[in-house]
């Protein structure tokens, strides 16, 4: 029977879970060091732990990892340029995971559900300026929050920047997703000093914060001042100043996130900063630190598996179709989940085949000859050799 | 369907088992349609028991059918399908050719023969074997494989099928089941579907034998398909502690197979011209009778071996080989220096579905390929199962084909596919009793030598007894926390069916032939069992036992000679 697993020898790849007939194995994807694909991803992902959900065909709890740092899988599968996939270990085996292939399958399970409404469970209101990918992060991590939140768009319809024909489909169904959670979206609506309102007039309507994320032009010279300049500062390049670790601006009850205060310009960025404007604001709201105890990552997984793993091809998604369920599952089967650890789930049911064994590339697997002491046809009182 | 499944996949052929019958049916399938899906319990691409295997090809290839079927005849003790073995025999050349097209090498001499080894002292079937030796299993794993790959074959590896599904005209037409890592719910349409999982069996530790519980048989009778060859099972004898492949390989180079006072029990008692030279079967019940008369433990005996052949065939590869090096490394365990403790082990059931010659069973467009169709009546030879798997295989994969061109849609009632669905899933976070203590319940129930090798009547209907037990007293409680004992929960229900129908069966067969040996009827009766036992799931659930004769008019060959005569066991002298 399986009797050992050398914990300082594996390397996480999954080998012994993939390889054995009887389902023994599980990996603990829950490790201090983080997979070089987390590392590299601006929201800090775990690819790792969703992965290897999804290599149990596990969708909805995948979903759910990956909605933690990323509510948007259906809008970022389309548009992220994969700053994970550049690190991944299955690069040097053969090519990397087709994380945005995983992800853009999660991203349509999580539109095709139909959530409830969140439960509004705090006093007052958060306005978020702006409906690019930064504005509807924040929204949304506010919602989760249990703060009623108003979406203030000046155009007809919501998305900002993610307007695009790429997104044709997905936006719409991504919108009435976030209206389903219950954000509230103001469309043509400008706010700002001389519009159509003010940041002061929403504070006498009970709105408590403000976030500003109207996007900036990438093109300096294009950029017009944006028309917050009685609650923040402006800069030289027309953005809005912001301390960088808390987004906030001069006033107390204002934040900025996304290109506006100069945020890099990719989408995963962009949510990462409105992510972080979210948790300003909750911090704010409840008096608390504005530094403390925020997310810190830690160290990269140094010795990645890849030794020893056959080559095995990368699928692609047909088009705009999402994977169907065997191929998501043989694609997340790629991934070497670089850094978990290998253990046996279900130690009952190995039957002494040796498979783990000589799948495993780091030799960190040990099975113990003896067989399982099943019922026997002659009983013998001692069993043994002579 | 949304709501009742979280996925529906339709195929032309639903193929149920990704092993190599499986896999060779969905190469043949391949031919006439598109759309080829495989399901398989484990992971995908495993390749079932053929990759644990050494790959040994029973062939006819320097012999006549004619001859080749005569022998099996006589192996089969009369009780044998003529006319299905003889296709399997005549086409067993071609897929040994078709195996050598997708890349798997076999053994030749300088000349370029083939080698080919006889078995079990029969003249005309002799098995092939893979070069190098011992690579046979995953080498033709992958090249069949690589070929499913190149036709666009569908696989779906860790799924557990629970019930098939039929249509208004008691067709079948698909099957339900759920993801055992997931719990994803599944509904599969195909209008035509092959049962391709092997055969079943009761877990003995034996590498991936214990994989193969038997669940085709168990869905195809639940479905209303007889099942045939239940009072059968295959015994081999095997080391008390840990595995050992290959030990037929070592009795002609001296080693023996002893009784506790060191005799070779076999040859001194039991069969004078043949000794242990034979199918494990036999050798098992002499070591039952052995247990019997109060001469256990059963060694074997490798010191006989001479030092340079241990050098020529101690295991140099794969599992055998870390399990020979580690019993030394952490026993003190030198198999070849040692006299080691032996028993015999429950391999695998002989129960299967029965079908007709174009390998589908009673209920139409439901087919049934190599093991998990019943065949043989407990005589097993070296190199059997890579022929059948590969010959029947493709076989029933292009009859499915074509079946299902000729039916065109599969449609299910979404209502009873949802109830089947749900009840399968019943169990799952119930209080009550888990798979565990049902898979040793069965066990418990039919590993006993009195139950498996020396049966009577008085031992079968206790164990009937013990059957009904566990009915009651686990069917209403099942349990299982996670879909992955769910899965295995599923293997229990099939182990305990498959038990009742082993114990009901043994208790109609009121004779001994082949694998079958009732010591209170210890002779060959030609008159009455010169037939098979079907089992039918009748109206009130319980299963309904009836006689099919062997149409020996139809055959070419009449028993005239038969293997069971080379044995004189207990009981059985005053019939010779």
Redesign the interface.
């Known amino acids: 029977m399986l009797r050992t697993i050398d914990q300082e020898k594996c390397n996480g790849c999954g080998s012994c879970f ?6 023994v194995f599980r990996l603990a994807t829950d490790q201090h060091e983080a997979p070089p694909c987390q590392a590299a991803c601006p929201l800090g992902i775990d690819i790792r732990a969703y992965s290897h959900l999804l ?5 909805r709890e995948a979903a759910q990892v990956l909605l933690a740092e990323n509510p948007f899988p259906a809008l970022t599968s389309r548009l992220c340029p994969g700053f994970c996939q550049k690190k991944c270990a299955r690069g040097a085996v053969d090519t990397s995971v087709n994380i945005s292939g995983l992800e853009h399958y999660l991203g349509e399970l999580v539109l095709a559900s139909d959530p409830r409404p969140t439960p509004v469970t705090r006093f007052g209101a958060v306005a978020v300026i702006g409906s690019g990918p930064a504005a509807l992060a924040c929204a949304c991590f506010l919602n989760r929050k249990g703060h009623a939140v108003t979406v203030f768009e000046a155009g007809a319809k919501p998305g900002g920047e993610l307007c695009t024909p790429k997104l044709a489909a997905a936006l719409p169904a991504q919108i009435a997703y976030l209206e389903k959670l219950g954000i509230t979206f103001a469309c043509g609506v400008a706010v700002g000093d001389g519009l159509a309102i003010g940041i002061e007039d929403l504070r006498e309507q009970h709105f408590k914060a403000f976030v500003l994320a109207t996007g900036a032009e990438k093109d300096k010279t294009l950029r017009a001042e944006p028309p917050f300049s009685s609650a923040v500062d402006i800069s030289d390049d027309m953005l809005v100043v912001v301390n960088p670790q808390t987004l906030e601006t001069r006033t107390r009850w204002v934040f900025a996130a996304g290109t506006l205060r100069g945020c890099p310009a990719s989408v995963a960025h962009q949510i990462a900063d409105g992510r972080r404007a979210a948790d300003s604001v909750a911090r704010y709201l409840n008096g608390w630190d504005m530094i403390e105890s925020r997310p810190v990552l830690g160290p990269v997984v140094v010795d990645v598996p890849g030794k020893g793993i056959e080559p095995a091809p990368r699928l692609e998604r047909a088009g705009e179709a999402p994977f169907a ?2 191929d998501m ?2 694609e997340a ?1 790629r991934c070497l989940t670089c850094g978990a650890k290998a253990y046996a ?2 130690k ?2 190995c ?5 783990c ?2 799948a495993c590339p780091q030799g960190a697997i ?7 002491n ?5 009983s ?1 009182a001692v ?4 | 369907m949304r709501q009742s499944f979280n ?1 529906h996949l339709k195929a032309d052929v639903l193929i149920i088992g990704g092993g190599f019958s499986g896999l060779w049916a969905a190469i043949s399938a391949r031919r006439f349609v598109e759309n080829v899906l495989i399901v398989d319990k ?3 691409d ?1 390749g079932g028991l053929g990759t ?1 295997s050494g790959g040994d090809f029973q062939c006819v290839q320097d012999t006549t059918v004619d001859a080749a079927l005569d022998d099996l005849v006589y192996y089969h003790d009369g009780l044998c399908d003529q006319e299905l073995l003889e296709t399997i025999l005549t086409q067993s050349f071609e897929r040994f050719q078709h195996y050598e097209r997708l890349g798997v090498t076999f053994s030749r001499d300088e000349k370029g023969k083939l080698k080919a080894i006889p078995q079990r002292n029969l003249t005309h079937m002799k098995m092939l074997l893979v070069r190098p030796y011992g690579t046979g299993g995953p080498s033709m794993r992958d090249a069949l494989v690589r070929e499913a790959n190149r036709l666009g074959v ?5 799924m557990c099928v629970n019930e098939l599904l039929l249509d208004e005209k008691g067709e079948a037409v698909g099957a339900v089941g759920f ?4 719990g ?1 719910t599944f509904a599969f349409s195909a209008p035509a579907v092959v049962m391709a999982t092997g055969a079943g069996g009761w ?6 034998m ?2 193969s519980t038997g669940e085709g048989a168990y869905l195809g009778y639940k479905a209303g398909a007889a099942l045939s060859h239940n009072e059968f099972m295959h ?1 081999w004898n095997v080391p ?4 050992w492949e290959g030990q037929t390989g070592l009795l002609p180079v001296g080693a023996r197979f002893v009784n506790a006072e060191g005799v070779d029990f076999m040859k001194e008692y039991y069969s004078p011209t043949l000794g242990a030279n034979t199918d494990t079967t036999y050798n ?1 019940r002499g ?2 009778f052995e ?1 019997r008369a109060g001469r ?4 074997f005996d490798t010191s006989p071996i001479s030092a340079e052949n241990v050098e020529l065939l101690k295991p140099v590869h ?2 055998a080989k ?2 020979y090096d ?2 030394i490394a ?2 003190g ?1 030198d198999f070849f220096k ?4 032996w ?4 391999m695998w059931h002989s129960g299967g579905l029965a079908t007709n010659h174009d390998y589908e069973t009673a209920v139409p467009g439901l087919f049934a390929a190599c093991r998990c169709r019943g065949l043989d009546p407990g005589v097993y030879m070296g190199g059997w199962a890579l022929c059948t798997t590969a010959v029947t295989g493709y076989i029933t994969g292009g009859n499915a084909a074509r079946r299902a061109q000729e039916k065109g849609l599969a449609l299910f009632n979404r209502t009873r596919a949802a109830e089947a669905m749900a009840r399968a899933l019943a169990p799952l976070g119930r209080e009550g009793l888990p798979a ?1 203590d049902l898979v ?1 319940e069965t ?2 129930i039919v ?3 009195e139950v ?2 020396i049966k009577s009547e008085r031992s079968l209907k206790k164990a009937l007894a013990r059957v009904e037990r566990a009915k009651e007293a686990f069917l209403p409680r099942l349990s299982a926390k996670t879909p ?1 004992d769910l ?2 929960l599923q293997e229990g229900l099939s182990m305990l069916q498959a038990a009742e129908l082993f114990v009901r069966s043994s208790l109609l067969r009121t004779e001994t032939r082949a694998g079958h040996h009732r010591e209170d009827y210890p002779q060959r009766d030609n008159d009455n069992w010169l037939a098979w036992i079907h089992a039918e799931r009748g109206p009130d659930g319980e299963a309904r036992l009836y006689k099919v004769p062997v149409p020996l008019e139809r055959y070419r060959i009449k028993p005239y000679r038969y293997y069971m005569d080379n044995f004189t066991f207990p009981g059985s002298e005053t019939a010779r």
């Open positions: 993939k390889a054995c007939g009887f389902d290599q149990q065909g596990r969708t369920f065997e599952i043989l089967n789930a279900f009952d049911d039957m002494t085949c040796y498979f064994e000589m040990a099975v113990h000859p003896f067989k399982e099943l019922p026997r046809t002659i013998y069993e043994g050799v002579k | 996925h484990g992971p995908k495993w644990s569908r696989r779906l590896g860790r993801h055992a890592q997931s994803e877990k003995p530790s034996y590498i991936f214990s994989n015994i008390v502690l840990f595995a098992c070591m039952a247990a256990t433990p059963i060694y794969g599992w870390i399990n580690r019993l952490d026993e365990l040692e006299k080691s403790m028993m015999p082990q429950i565990k040793r066990q418990e590993y006993p030598y498996c090798l992955h899965a295995k």
